[in-house]
Nanobody, 122 residues
Framework: QVQLVESGGGLVQFGGSLRLSCAAS????????MGWYRQASGKQRELVATITSGGSTNYKASVKDRFTISRDGAKNTVYLQMNNLEPDDTAVYYCNSDLSTITTPKVRLRYWGQGTQVTVSS
């Protein structure tokens, strides 16, 4: 079994900052990439940022200059530093990871966390 546990969400004012964390644990053989998605009320889930095991990053255009994704490979943890938050950033933020397990080391699977609420007040 693999678990992704997010933390760091909450309520913040317009222009404020938050740092999300997501730790992967369990029957992990190798992690290929980790990322953050978000889903606002009534909208589809969308990509926010991703980072590969080699450190390559990808961002949603509207957050590129405000958010920073990073990872600690030794801890199987990914972070999302969010600065200059705007009301449009309000959503449930989900962590995911593309990885293989010890049980099936050649099979690449995607796992999701349970989500953490981020609310930005105007």
């Amino acid at each position: 079994q693999v678990q992704l546990v997010e933390s760091g969400g909450g309520l913040v004012q317009f222009g404020g900052s938050l740092r999300l964390s997501c730790a992967a644990s369990g029957n992990i053989f190798s992690i290929y990439a980790m990322g953050w998605y978000r889903q606002a009320s009534g909208k589809q889930r969308e990509l926010v940022a991703t980072i590969t095991s080699g450190g390559s990053t990808n961002y949603k255009a509207s957050v590129k200059d405000r958010f920073t994704i990073s990872r600690d490979g030794a801890k199987n943890t990914v972070y999302l530093q969010m600065n200059n938050l705007e009301p449009d950033d309000t959503a449930v933020y989900y962590c995911n990871s593309d990885l293989s397990t010890i049980t099936t080391p050649k099979v690449r699977l995607r796992y999701w966390g349970q989500g953490t609420q981020v609310t930005v007040s105007s």
